[in-house]
């Protein structure tokens, strides 16, 4: 057989490496070696490496090529400096840098972006942005994307945004990088507002961005916008793979739209495991426990692995529905069956699971043995069980354990606070209070949200800056009084303050919640269902009127609280009552 000359050797190390056969690479560039010492196999071998995230061996290779005098080109520190950011090496990058200087390649674009990439990679973006200042002329698109995205990586938004709208041209990798950085760091509004400055600017979004403004409409529960991105995919004939398909199928759940997710999921030619815990997850917190534990099934039957997250959704389905005994089985099953070491979130759960159900000294047992040491989370999730289940002596004794362990928690103390305005002791509701105080610590307001033609509202508790509250307020009266009918009477019980019923009933009625139902039944005409999301548990007073408010005015209403929805129809809710 002909012997292959140096250039087509190159070429074949060149394909191999884009193939993923590094070993066949690796024959061919030492074959090269044994008879020639061309700058080009090498330069070939160390972007193989690199291009196969195989950063250590690229690395060494090119120590060896600089060792055995092989001269470097602009190629080769390139692909080196490239595997020094794969695994943030950034002292590695900086000698790479430093020969380049020195051999006279440091002025090539390519050699720029890779620096800039490495630097801000590294967290090191003053040294990116002054590689950056000096490109001058040179710049090209890839160096202003670089630089943008090393600003979000490193959460410097406001120096993003001002490169961003600075770029002299922007391309979708620009629009879509900075929409992602905004939803990585929870600006979801930002991120939203931006997808539509795009869609002005008639640029063609791509996946990343997709996902990441579903994810936005998700945290944000603006159903709208994330059906209207659904059909945009759909009407474009976008490509849709597991990760955007799983995206949509996670934000149609989350915003207690079940039929819709499970179209998406159904519709999937491939589901890894994340697509499986997204519906397993979705359907026990749209109260669909049953159903959640059959997808559970069906996921095994596909031969789908299951992962520590399969379990807290299997687990969470469970602690939803108070299923103790099944709770138990998935519990064991996931140690001796799956193999899968339970972590602290696993505990927790199981530890509500039995707190909620009732068997307050099983869960407390279960924490004290417990293989690591329990967080405040489990903690936390017996405290809550005592209130529930008014065990006021245990209570107090979690608690004060509690605001020992994390003082500036606003959570605890109220819990705290509340187990003590149970029994009316409102000597030791100051007590907390004062405690509370003297750490700074400030109660979080409830805060509820609804999306009304394509806008979303955010409503606090006893909340009178909303443009419309003259005509919220006459609505809440008519509520009151049809609920008066129904023989509705506030849970008073709930308000842990020292003062008059009337000044309780107030204060009831004016929860977030309450006025964003309220909100809905003004602007969202039937049979559209009023959809609100809220940042703390819904209290047992508007879990109530919420019921009686579906009944009375025939809606459909979900809420999403801070650990499930409730789906009121009828006059009766998803979770039976028990959440």
């Avoid at 800039?116 to 950056?132: K, N, P, Q, V």
């Avoid at 030619?269 to 997850?281: F, M, P, Y």
């Avoid at 996921?299 to 939803?320: D, Q, S, W, Y």
């Avoid at 008059?500 to 269902?529: N, Y």
Wanted: net charge negative; with cysteine; aromatic share 8%.
């Amino acid at each position: 057989m002909p012997e292959r000359n140096t250039i087509a050797s190159n070429s074949m190390i060149v394909l191999f490496g884009r193939k993923g056969c590094v070993e066949k690479a690796r024959q061919i560039f030492d074959e090269v070696r044994r008879k020639d010492t061309d700058m080009v196999s090498w330069s070939a071998m160390v972007s193989c490496y690199e291009q196969n995230e195989m950063c250590e061996e690229a690395l060494g290779l090119f120590v060896e090529m600089k060792a055995g005098g092989v001269a470097v080109d602009e190629v080769v520190v390139v692909s080196a400096v490239s595997a020094c950011s794969r695994i943030l090496n950034v002292e590695m990058g900086r000698l790479v840098h430093g020969l380049a200087v020195k051999v006279g390649v440091e002025d090539y674009v390519s050699f720029k972006n890779a620096l800039i990439h490495l630097y801000s990679s590294c967290g090191e973006t003053a040294d990116a942005r002054r590689i950056f200042d000096d490109g001058g002329v040179l710049l090209d698109q890839i160096s202003w994307n670089s630089m943008i995205s090393g600003y979000l990586r490193c959460g410097s938004i406001e120096d993003a945004e001002m490169l961003f709208y600075s770029m002299p041209e922007k391309d979708v990798v620009s629009w879509s990088a900075m929409i992602s950085g905004y939803a990585q760091h929870e600006r979801f509004s930002e991120a939203l507002a931006l997808f539509q400055e795009m869609q002005l600017h008639g640029v063609r979004p791509d996946e990343t961005a997709l996902v990441s403004v579903i994810s936005a409409c998700t945290h944000l529960a603006a159903l709208d916008l994330g059906k209207w991105i659904h059909a945009y995919i759909s009407k474009n004939k976008l490509q849709v793979n597991v990760i955007l398909s799983t995206t949509l199928t996670d934000m149609y759940m989350k915003c207690g739209c079940v039929e819709n997710a499970l179209e998406v999921f159904y519709a999937m030619e491939e589901k890894g495991v994340s697509t499986w815990n997204a519906v397993i997850l979705g359907l026990a917190m749209n109260g669909l426990v049953e159903q959640s534990l059959n997808m559970f099934a069906d996921m095994k039957k596909t031969r789908t692995l299951p992962n520590e997250i399969t379990f807290m959704g299997v687990l969470g389905a469970c602690r939803h529905m108070g299923f103790v005994d099944e709770g138990r089985h998935y519990f064991s099953s996931m140690i001796h069956e799956h193999k899968i070491e339970p972590n602290i979130k696993h505990y927790g759960c199981m530890v509500d699971l039995l707190g909620r159900a009732g068997l307050l000294k099983e869960a407390e047992e279960l924490i004290e043995s417990m293989p690591m040491a329990p967080d405040v989370a489990t903690w936390g999730a017996l405290l809550g069980a005592c209130r529930k289940h008014h065990n006021n002596e245990m209570g107090e004794r979690v608690g004060r354990k509690l605001i020992q362990l994390q003082p500036d928690h606003d959570g605890f103390h109220v819990l705290l606070s509340n187990i003590y305005a149970s029994k009316g002791n409102w000597g030791n509701v100051l007590e907390i209070r004062g405690i509370m105080a003297q750490h700074g610590v400030v109660k979080t307001p409830g805060c509820s949200m609804i999306e009304a033609n394509g806008i979303v509202h955010e409503f606090l508790a006893g909340d009178k800056t909303h443009p419309q509250i003259n005509d919220i307020e006459h609505m809440l009266d008519v509520v009151a009084a049809k609920l008066k009918i129904e023989g509705y009477v506030p849970t008073t019980s709930e308000v842990s303050l020292d003062i008059d019923e009337e000044e309780k009933e107030t204060a009831l009625f004016r929860h977030s919640e309450k006025l964003a139902v309220t909100f809905g039944l003004i602007t969202i005409a039937p049979p559209t269902p009023i959809r609100v999301m809220k940042n703390l548990r819904i209290c047992n007073d508007c879990h109530t009127v919420v019921k009686l408010i579906s009944k009375v005015f025939d809606r459909e209403i979900v809420v999403r609280d801070r650990h499930r929805f409730h789906h009121f129809k009828h006059g009766a809710c998803s979770c039976m009552d028990f959440w």
